[in-house]
């Protein structure tokens, strides 16, 4: 069974510009979550889709935005890139879950790393 | 505010003795826990959770972990640690609202 996949493997933008990332779940998971890791803060929750709705943000701009296709698959989109934008992207997937009951267990794609310069 | 700390940012132990890697949680309601894994180069993988039940729950490579509700405490415990137990370790919690919190991360080196 394929895993989580996600492209580019790595990405390197100027300031300023935008940056896409993509993310394929595993077959028959419905959910979809982007992270930022970046170096010394851990994992900080980004989004998270379901069914082709967001359902919840993390406390992160709004230039951080995304969306989630029919086909389940997810798109990360970082407007005016800024040099702390720099880190490594995971997104993972999961089982659906009703909202208040997701206690489902993520599947975690190898991220994308996006460097700002 | 809600939060997960892990207050150890590197565990060293010994080969073949027990390990534990501490986690605390702060959120609103009853939470949902969870322990992931990342080894070198690889994605991380989720190692156990913790839902409702009982309180010590079972999870991959012989990992175990404790729900302390009264402490807030979900430590991740191995009674017998090998070398290929070394990497980078998450606590997660999700609350009722759906909001997901990560740990910080504890690296665990195993000494042979």
């Known amino acids: 069974e394929a895993g989580v996949t996600q492209s580019p493997t790595h990405l390197i933008k100027t300031r300023g510009q935008q940056a896409t990332l993509r993310c394929s779940p595993i077959s028959g998971h419905t959910s979809v979550y982007w992270y930022q890791q970046a170096l010394g803060l851990g994992l900080q929750f980004l989004l998270w889709?379901?069914?082709?709705?967001?359902?919840n943000r993390g406390n992160f701009p709004p230039r951080f935005s995304g969306r989630q296709f029919p086909n389940y698959s997810s798109e990360l989109n970082v407007n005016a890139l800024e040099l702390e934008d720099s880190a490594l992207y995971l997104c993972?997937?999961?089982?659906?879950?009703?909202?208040?009951?997701?206690?489902?267990?993520?599947?975690f794609g190898p991220g994308t790393r996006l460097t700002v310069l | 505010a809600q939060s997960v700390a892990q207050p150890e940012d590197q565990v060293n132990v010994a080969e073949g003795n027990p390990l534990t890697v501490k986690c605390t949680y702060s959120v609103s309601g009853n939470p949902y826990l969870f322990w992931y894994v990342q080894y070198p180069n690889r994605g991380l993988q989720f190692l156990l959770k913790?839902?409702?039940?009982?309180?010590l729950v079972k999870g991959s490579y012989g990992f175990e972990a404790e729900f302390n509700k009264s402490q807030t405490s979900f430590h991740l415990k191995k009674p017998s640690a090998l070398v290929s137990d070394s990497a980078l370790y998450f606590c997660?919690?999700?609350?009722?609202?759906?909001?997901?919190?990560f740990g910080k991360g504890t690296r665990l080196h195993i000494l042979p």
């Open positions: 997660a919690v999700r609350d009722m609202r759906d909001k997901i919190i």
């Open positions: 993972a997937s999961s089982l659906a879950g009703t909202s208040g009951s997701s206690y489902n267990e993520q599947f």
């Open positions: 889709y379901d069914e082709g709705e967001e359902r």
């Open positions: 913790y839902i409702t039940g009982d309180n």
